[in-house]
């Protein structure tokens, strides 16, 4: 068995992805929903900083790719990790949009018209 479970796509390191997804969470506390740029910093902050710790933490606990301890090594487990980090990208940007959008247009449409 590899995983931590029988369930297929549970596996050791899973606790440290939750462990830095939830620490984002504190992004969320600074972001202005009223101002475009602080949403699109913070869609574009928050895929990053998973992004760099994340490829940090698989790197020196030897997960992946295994790759050396080294400088050399450290950069190689942030390149294997590129594709990821786009999707990753693209994926809060569109659904930051969508959720910031949609949350303007309740409170801006929707919500006046009811309190009429």
Request: glycine residues 12%; hydrophobic residues 45%.
């Amino acid at each position: 068995m590899q995983g931590l479970t029988s369930i297929q796509g549970f596996y050791e390191g899973m606790v440290w992805n939750y462990i830095i997804f939830g620490s984002l969470t504190v992004i969320g506390f600074f972001i202005n929903s009223n101002s475009v740029k602080s949403i699109f910093k913070g869609a574009v902050l928050s895929p990053t900083i998973y992004f760099i710790v994340s490829n940090f933490v698989t790197w020196i606990s030897g997960g992946g790719l295994q790759r050396s301890k080294t400088l050399t090594g450290l950069m190689q487990a942030y390149v294997d990790g590129i594709p990821f980090y786009g999707n990753s990208l693209v994926a809060t940007l569109v659904f930051g949009l969508i959720l910031f959008g949609t949350n303007h247009l309740v409170i801006k449409k929707v919500l006046p018209q009811q309190a009429s």
